[in-house]
């Protein structure tokens, strides 16, 4: 079997692909993105409190952690918080197990989570912005490096369009922007939305899921706490 697998985001039955289990529920969950999924109060309030602790632990990171004021800092923060809850909670209904860590003593210099031995980081557009940009030196970053981005558009404050995971390689092609912060890459919300096709793998090639162990929290936690 070839390591990758080509899965059109029209997408025909995983039936006809001949994979195990696990593959096939992982295509599953791929071919039915995009998603437009509702933040619930709950997630709403979790998302400010763990963002809160985010951002104490970012007083140990590097400058570049941080984006702007204080204030914008923290929107950044809460967003990206709220749509890895929102994401994370969609992914378990559907069956899946993605690993993570939501807050830790230190800052979590890993990607976001680990599903099928694939990493992924997640990354969103707040509400009313018209691009999504993910900081180049994170790019680069070997300890965060991931196999795929999961990109999240905010359309109101509560309401995430969840789009396709976007190869890592991918994101380098986008364009190189300054704009008075650190360099980062920046694409429409139109484009990450346009259909095309993209090769997914069937097998772990990055991460290994049990270096998440160890966090404080995990989703999981919070809901059974």
Not at 154 to 173: G, L, N, Y
Not at 187 to 193: E, N, Q, V, Y
């Amino acid at each position: 079997m070839n390591q990758l697998k080509t899965v059109a985001l029209s997408a025909k039955s995983a039936t006809d692909t001949h994979l195990t289990n696990t593959q096939l529920q992982y295509t599953t969950l791929l071919v039915s993105l995009p998603t437009t999924r509702k933040a619930t109060p709950l997630l709403q309030a979790c998302a400010r409190i763990i963002a809160e602790g985010r951002q104490r632990g970012k007083q140990f990171a590097a400058p570049s952690a941080s984006i702007g004021t204080p204030a914008k800092d923290f929107e950044a923060t809460y967003y990206g918080t709220l749509a890895e809850l929102v994401l994370y909670q969609w992914l378990e209904v559907q069956g899946a197990t993605p690993n993570y860590i939501l807050l830790d003593r230190m800052p979590v210099t890993k990607p976001d989570f680990v599903m099928d031995g694939v990493a992924y980081e997640v990354k969103c557009s707040p509400p009313g912005k018209k691009y999504l940009a993910i900081s180049r030196s994170q790019h680069l970053n070997p300890k965060r490096a991931c196999d795929y981005y999961h990109c999240a558009l905010f359309e109101t404050a509560a309401t995430i369009r969840f789009c396709a995971p976007i190869p890592h390689d991918e994101v380098s092609t986008w364009r190189l922007m300054t704009n008075g912060h650190a360099p980062y890459h920046s694409i429409s919300r139109a484009s990450l939305l346009a259909p095309q096709e993209r090769s997914y793998p069937s097998f772990p090639k990055s991460v290994r899921s049990d270096s998440f162990n160890g966090g404080l929290a995990s989703f999981k936690d919070l809901r059974n706490g």
